[in-house]
C-alpha cells in the first residue's frame, strides 16, 4: 500500500471495487481525515472509467453543501487519479432500510435532507441520474444523523453532458419512465428516483418496479403502477405518505413535484401527522387474531386461527411448541410474537404450504420432521415475504420453491438435507436477502431446469456438497454473497446454465471455486476465490468463463483452467500464489487476459496446452516460481504490451511445434533467461520494434544442456 497519494498520507484501505480504491488518509496541512478515492490511468476498464470519475470529481466539487459530499482536490499521482473528499463516518441508506433498526419517521427525515442536497444540485445545473439508497451517506457525526448525497459519476453537468443523450447511465430500478423512453434526464427524472427510494423506505426494502430479468423491470416501470403495499403496512405509516408516493412515481414527469425541494416539505408535513390508521390502543382489532395455549389466544392452534382468518389478517402467535402441517391459501400474515420461540413441527409433509400471493411470515421456526424428505417450508406460488425465520429439515430442503413462485427471504437461516438447504424448480425465481445457508444437503442452494434464484449479503456453508448448482438452463445472481468451505465446490453451473457473481468470497472449497460444464457460464466481478483444493475455476465443454476485476489466489491447485473449446476472459485480475500454474488452457479452448497481474505463483504463470490458444494484452507476469509464460506443443500465444520479469526460472518456455508472437513486450530480469526454446522449437515471432527482449535467449540442446543463441530479430 502506498504512504502518500498526492499530498495526502494514506492510513488505511477503507474499501476497493473493480477499478479502483478508496483510501482513509489524512491531510497534513490541516490536519483532518479525507476519503481518497482511486482509479488508475489507463486501466482495463478504459476511457469510460476514467471520463467517469472525472465527472464525479467536476459535478461533486462545485457543489458545497451540508447534505453533499465535499470533494476537496483532484489530480494524478505516478499513474492513479485520486480525488480526495470528506470522510463520512457511518452507514449507507440502504443498510439502514435493510437493518430495519431506524425509526420510520428518521429514515424518513434523512431523505428530506437528501432531496435538499439534490434541489442545491439541479440549481447549479447538476443532474445526479443514479440516485438510490447506496448513493446517499448517513453520517452520525454531529449531534443528529445527517445525509449526503455521493457518486455523481455519472451525473449529467448543466449542457456539456460527459456521456452521449440517448445512453442509459445509472440503475435501471431508479430510472424514470422517459429516461427510459429516450436516455434523456431532467431533475423530474431524479424525482421518480427518490419516489422509489421512499418506497423501499416504507416497505422495508421491497421496490415498487420489480421483475426477474432487467427487461421486466423496465416493463414494469413504463406500464405497470407501483406494486401496492403488504396487509398491516399502512397502519404505520403517517397520514399522507401514500399520496406523496404515488406523487413521486406518476409517470408523466409534469406531473411530479416540481422541485426536490417540494418533496423533502411533502415528506416533512406528513410526518407531523399522526399515523394513517392507528392501531387500537389494546386487545387485538378485527384484522389480528391471536394464537397460543396461554389466556392471552384467542384460539389454540394455528388451524383454527387460519379456518377463520380473513385476507389481510395478522395471525400473531405466542411462543410455544405448534405441531401442525397447513396449506396457507389466504393472504394472510403469520408473525411469532413475544420474543420467545415460535416453533412449528411436522411429521406428515412441509410445516407451512404457501399457495397464494400476500403472504407474508416473520420470527418462526419451522422444523420438518418427515422422514421422506419433504421440505420444512414450500413455496408454491406468489410472491410471499419470509423474514427472521429458521427452517430445518431432517432429510428434506429446509425450504422448496416450486410453480413459478417468487418469495422474498429475508434474515432467515436454512438447515436442509438431501438435495439442499434450498431447492428451487418448476420456474420459480425466488430472492433470498442476507440469509444463512448451512445445511448438510448436496448443496446449499440448488437452482432446477427453467428456475431463478437472486442471493443478496448471503453467507453458504455447506459442509457435505456444493455451495450453489445450477441445474441445465437455470440462472442465479449472488451480490455481495460469501461461500466457504464446501466439500464439493463452491458454484457449479450445468448446461446452458449462468451464474452472474458481483463481490462474492468463494474460499476453502475441497474442489473447485466456480465450476463451469458443457456451455455453461460464470460472469464474476470483483469476486475473491481462493483456497481451493483443485482449482480457483475451472471450465469445460464449450464453457465460457468472463473474470473482471477479481483476486484468483492462495489455491492448493490451478488458479484458472479451461479446456475444451472453452473461453476464459479475465479484465484487471490479479492471480497470485497459487501451487500450480495460475492460468492452464488446453485442448481448443481459448484465453483472453487484459489488464491482469500473474505473479507470485509457485509454478508457472500461464500455461498454453494441447491446442490451447492465448492472448494477452497489457499484463504484467512476474516473480513466479517457474517460467512465465509456457507454450506446449500446439500451443499459441499472443502477448501485447505485457511484461514478464523477475522468474525464478525463464520469461517464455517454447516447446516444438508451438507459436508464440510478442508485440511491444519487456522480457527482463529473469534468472535463468528470457526465452527457452525446445531442440526442435520454432523462434519467436516478434512485431514491430516495441519489444525488448533484456534476458538472454536459449536453446536446449535436446541432451539436457542449454544454450544462448542469437537474439531474434
Same mark, same amino acid.
Request: glycine share 14%.
Given at each position: 500500500?502506498?504512504?502518500?497519494?498526492?499530498?495526502?498520507?494514506?492510513?488505511? %484501505?477503507?474499501?476497493?471495487?473493480?477499478?479502483?480504491?478508496?483510501? &482513509?488518509?489524512?491531510?497534513?496541512?490541516?490536519?483532518?481525515?479525507?476519503?481518497?478515492?482511486?482509479?488508475?490511468?489507463?486501466?482495463?476498464?478504459?476511457?469510460?472509467?476514467?471520463?467517469?470519475?472525472?465527472?464525479?470529481?467536476?459535478?461533486?466539487?462545485?457543489?458545497?453543501?451540508?447534505?453533499?459530499?465535499?470533494?476537496?482536490?483532484?489530480?494524478?499521482? $505516478?499513474?492513479?487519479?485520486?480525488?480526495?473528499?470528506?470522510?463520512?463516518?457511518?452507514?449507507?441508506?440502504?443498510?439502514?432500510?435493510?437493518? =430495519?433498526?431506524?425509526?420510520?419517521?428518521?429514515? @424518513?427525515?434523512?431523505?428530506?435532507?437528501?432531496?435538499?442536497?439534490?434541489?442545491?444540485?439541479?440549481?447549479?445545473?447538476?443532474?445526479?441520474?443514479?440516485?438510490?439508497?447506496?448513493?446517499?451517506?448517513?453520517?452520525?457525526?454531529?449531534?443528529?444523523?445527517?445525509?449526503?448525497?455521493?457518486?455523481?459519476?455519472?451525473?449529467?453537468? *448543466?449542457?456539456?453532458?460527459?456521456?452521449?443523450?440517448?445512453?442509459?447511465?445509472?440503475?435501471?430500478?431508479?430510472?424514470?419512465?422517459?429516461?427510459?423512453?429516450?436516455?434523456?434526464?431532467?431533475?423530474?427524472?431524479?424525482?421518480?428516483?427518490?419516489?422509489?427510494? &421512499?418506497?423501499?423506505?416504507?416497505?422495508?426494502? =421491497?421496490?415498487?418496479?420489480?421483475?426477474?430479468?432487467?427487461?421486466?423491470?423496465?416493463?414494469?416501470?413504463?406500464?405497470?403502477?407501483?406494486? #401496492?403495499?403488504?396487509?398491516?403496512?399502512?397502519?404505520?405509516?403517517?397520514?399522507?405518505?401514500?399520496?406523496?408516493?404515488?406523487?413521486? @412515481?406518476?409517470?408523466?414527469?409534469?406531473?411530479?413535484?416540481?422541485?426536490?425541494?417540494?418533496?423533502?416539505?411533502?415528506?416533512? /408535513?406528513?410526518?407531523?401527522?399522526? #399515523?394513517?390508521?392507528?392501531?387500537?390502543?389494546?386487545?387485538?382489532?378485527?384484522?389480528?387474531?391471536?394464537?397460543?395455549?396461554?389466556?392471552?389466544?384467542?384460539?389454540?392452534?394455528?388451524?383454527?386461527?387460519?379456518?377463520?382468518?380473513?385476507?389481510?389478517?395478522?395471525?400473531?402467535?405466542?411462543?410455544?411448541?405448534?405441531?401442525?402441517?397447513?396449506?396457507?391459501?389466504?393472504?394472510?400474515?403469520?408473525?411469532?410474537?413475544?420474543?420467545?420461540?415460535?416453533?412449528?413441527?411436522?411429521?406428515?409433509?412441509?410445516? %407451512?404450504?404457501?399457495?397464494?400471493?400476500?403472504?407474508? @411470515?416473520?420470527?418462526?421456526?419451522?422444523?420438518?420432521?418427515?422422514?421422506?424428505?419433504?421440505?420444512?417450508?414450500?413455496?408454491?406460488?406468489?410472491?410471499?415475504?419470509?423474514?427472521?425465520?429458521?427452517?430445518?429439515?431432517?432429510?428434506?430442503?429446509?425450504?422448496?420453491?416450486?410453480?413459478?413462485?417468487?418469495?422474498?427471504?429475508?434474515?432467515?437461516?436454512?438447515?436442509?438435507?438431501? #438435495?439442499?438447504?434450498?431447492?428451487?424448480?418448476?420456474?420459480?425465481?425466488?430472492?433470498?436477502?442476507?440469509?444463512?445457508?448451512?445445511?448438510?444437503?448436496?448443496?446449499?442452494?440448488?437452482?432446477?431446469? *427453467?428456475?431463478?434464484?437472486?442471493? $443478496?449479503?448471503?453467507?453458504?456453508?455447506?459442509?457435505?456438497?456444493?455451495?450453489?448448482?445450477?441445474?441445465?438452463?437455470?440462472?442465479?445472481? &449472488?451480490?455481495?454473497?460469501?461461500?466457504?468451505?464446501?466439500?464439493?465446490?463452491?458454484?457449479?453451473?450445468?448446461?446452458?446454465?449462468?451464474?452472474?457473481?458481483?463481490?462474492?468470497?468463494?474460499?476453502?472449497?475441497?474442489?473447485?471455486?466456480?465450476?463451469?460444464?458443457?456451455?455453461?457460464?460464470?460472469?464474476?466481478?470483483?469476486?475473491?476465490?481462493?483456497?481451493?483444493?483443485?482449482?480457483?475455476?475451472?471450465?469445460?465443454? *464449450?464453457?465460457?468463463?468472463?473474470?473482471?476485476?477479481?483476486?484468483?489466489?492462495?489455491?492448493?491447485?490451478?488458479?484458472?483452467?479451461?479446456?475444451?473449446?472453452?473461453?476464459?476472459? %479475465?479484465?484487471?485480475?490479479?492471480?497470485?500464489?497459487?501451487? $500450480?500454474?495460475?492460468?492452464?488452457?488446453?485442448?481448443?479452448?481459448?484465453?483472453?487476459?487484459?489488464?491482469?497481474?500473474?505473479?507470485?505463483?509457485?509454478?508457472?504463470?500461464?500455461?498454453?496446452?494441447? /491446442?490451447?490458444?492465448?492472448?494477452?494484452?497489457?499484463?504484467?507476469?512476474?516473480?513466479?516460481?517457474?517460467?512465465?509464460?509456457?507454450? $506446449?506443443?500446439?500451443?499459441? &500465444?499472443?502477448?501485447?504490451?505485457?511484461?514478464?520479469?523477475?522468474?525464478?526460472?525463464?520469461?517464455? %518456455?517454447?516447446?516444438?511445434?508451438?507459436?508464440?508472437?510478442?508485440?511491444?513486450?519487456?522480457?527482463?530480469?529473469?534468472?535463468?533467461?528470457?526465452?527457452?526454446?525446445?531442440?526442435?522449437?520454432?523462434?519467436?515471432?516478434?512485431?514491430?520494434?516495441?519489444?525488448?527482449?533484456?534476458?538472454?535467449?536459449?536453446?536446449?540442446? *535436446?541432451?539436457?544442456?542449454?544454450?544462448?543463441?542469437?537474439?531474434?530479430?
Amino acid at each position: 500500500m502506498r504512504e502518500r497519494i498526492g499530498k495526502f498520507e494514506v492510513i488505511r %484501505l477503507l474499501g476497493q471495487g473493480a477499478m479502483g480504491k478508496v483510501y &482513509l488518509g489524512r491531510d497534513p496541512g490541516l490536519d483532518r481525515e479525507v476519503a481518497v478515492k482511486t482509479i488508475r490511468l489507463g486501466s482495463a476498464f478504459g476511457a469510460e472509467a476514467t471520463a467517469r470519475f472525472e465527472r464525479e470529481a467536476r459535478a461533486a466539487g462545485s457543489l458545497n453543501h451540508p447534505n453533499v459530499v465535499t470533494v476537496f482536490e483532484f489530480g494524478e499521482d $505516478e499513474g492513479l487519479y485520486y480525488m480526495a473528499m470528506e470522510f463520512v463516518q457511518g452507514q449507507d441508506l440502504d443498510v439502514l432500510i435493510r437493518a =430495519r433498526a431506524t425509526p420510520l419517521p428518521d429514515l @424518513l427525515e434523512l431523505l428530506a435532507q437528501a432531496c435538499e442536497g439534490l434541489a442545491y444540485a439541479h440549481e447549479r445545473g447538476i443532474v445526479h441520474r443514479d440516485l438510490k439508497p447506496a448513493n446517499i451517506l448517513v453520517s452520525r457525526a454531529g449531534k443528529r444523523p445527517a445525509a449526503k448525497l455521493m457518486d455523481f459519476g455519472v451525473a449529467l453537468v *448543466g449542457h456539456s453532458d460527459l456521456t452521449q443523450q440517448g445512453n442509459w447511465m445509472g440503475t435501471v430500478n431508479y430510472m424514470a419512465p422517459e429516461y427510459l423512453d429516450s436516455g434523456k434526464a431532467g431533475p423530474a427524472s431524479d424525482l421518480f428516483a427518490m419516489g422509489v427510494i &421512499l418506497y423501499e423506505i416504507l416497505s422495508g426494502g =421491497r421496490r415498487p418496479f420489480s421483475g426477474e430479468t432487467a427487461t421486466s423491470v423496465l416493463t414494469a416501470i413504463l406500464r405497470k403502477p407501483p406494486a #401496492p403495499f403488504l396487509p398491516g403496512e399502512l397502519e404505520t405509516f403517517p397520514a399522507g405518505i401514500v399520496e406523496v408516493v404515488d406523487k413521486a @412515481l406518476a409517470k408523466q414527469p409534469e406531473e411530479r413535484y416540481l422541485s426536490a425541494d417540494a418533496l423533502a416539505q411533502a415528506i416533512r /408535513a406528513c410526518l407531523q401527522e399522526a #399515523p394513517a390508521a392507528a392501531a387500537p390502543a389494546a386487545g387485538p382489532g378485527p384484522a389480528t387474531l391471536v394464537v397460543g395455549r396461554s389466556g392471552k389466544g384467542q384460539c389454540m392452534s394455528l388451524r383454527v386461527a387460519l379456518r377463520q382468518a380473513e385476507p389481510g389478517t395478522q395471525i400473531q402467535v405466542l411462543p410455544g411448541v405448534y405441531r401442525e402441517s397447513l396449506v396457507v391459501d389466504k393472504a394472510v400474515w403469520i408473525i411469532g410474537q413475544g420474543g420467545g420461540e415460535v416453533v412449528i413441527e411436522s411429521s406428515r409433509g412441509p410445516c %407451512l404450504s404457501l399457495m397464494v400471493p400476500g403472504i407474508r @411470515l416473520g420470527g418462526l421456526q419451522l422444523q420438518g420432521l418427515d422422514g421422506e424428505g419433504a421440505p420444512a417450508l414450500l413455496a408454491a406460488a406468489g410472491e410471499a415475504l419470509v423474514e427472521d425465520c429458521a427452517l430445518a429439515a431432517g432429510t428434506g430442503p429446509a425450504a422448496l420453491v416450486s410453480g413459478g413462485a417468487a418469495p422474498v427471504f429475508r434474515d432467515c437461516t436454512f438447515r436442509g438435507a438431501g #438435495p439442499g438447504d434450498v431447492l428451487v424448480q418448476d420456474h420459480a425465481a425466488p430472492k433470498l436477502e442476507a440469509c444463512l445457508l448451512e445445511g448438510e444437503g448436496l448443496a446449499g442452494l440448488r437452482v432446477g431446469p *427453467g428456475a431463478r434464484a437472486a442471493l $443478496e449479503r448471503c453467507r453458504v456453508r455447506n459442509a457435505r456438497g456444493v455451495g450453489v448448482a445450477l441445474a441445465a438452463g437455470a440462472q442465479a445472481v &449472488l451480490e455481495d454473497c460469501e461461500i466457504s468451505g464446501q466439500a464439493g465446490g463452491g458454484v457449479e453451473v450445468e448446461a446452458d446454465a449462468r451464474a452472474d457473481l458481483k463481490r462474492c468470497r468463494i474460499t476453502g472449497s475441497g474442489s473447485v471455486g466456480v465450476l463451469a460444464l458443457e456451455r455453461g457460464q460464470a460472469v464474476l466481478a470483483d469476486c475473491d476465490l481462493s483456497g481451493h483444493a483443485h482449482a480457483g475455476l475451472h471450465g469445460v465443454a *464449450g464453457a465460457t468463463l468472463q473474470l473482471h476485476g477479481c483476486r484468483v489466489s492462495g489455491n492448493a491447485g490451478l488458479g484458472a483452467s479451461v479446456a475444451g473449446a472453452g473461453l476464459l476472459t %479475465l479484465d484487471g485480475c490479479e492471480l497470485k500464489e497459487n501451487q $500450480e500454474p495460475a492460468v492452464r488452457v488446453e485442448r481448443g479452448a481459448t484465453v483472453q487476459m487484459t489488464g491482469c497481474k500473474v505473479f507470485d505463483g509457485r509454478s508457472f504463470g500461464v500455461v498454453c496446452a494441447r /491446442a490451447g490458444r492465448g492472448v494477452l494484452e497489457g499484463c504484467e507476469i512476474y516473480g513466479n516460481a517457474r517460467t512465465g509464460a509456457k507454450i $506446449e506443443a500446439g500451443g499459441s &500465444l499472443l502477448l501485447v504490451r505485457c511484461d514478464l520479469r523477475d522468474g525464478r526460472d525463464t520469461g517464455i %518456455l517454447l516447446f516444438e511445434d508451438a507459436e508464440v508472437t510478442l508485440e511491444e513486450c519487456v522480457v527482463h530480469r529473469n534468472a535463468r533467461g528470457g526465452i527457452l526454446l525446445a531442440k526442435d522449437a520454432s523462434d519467436p515471432v516478434l512485431r514491430g520494434a516495441g519489444n525488448r527482449i533484456q534476458d538472454a535467449l536459449l536453446r536446449s540442446g *535436446g541432451d539436457g544442456s542449454v544454450v544462448k543463441v542469437a537474439p531474434v530479430k
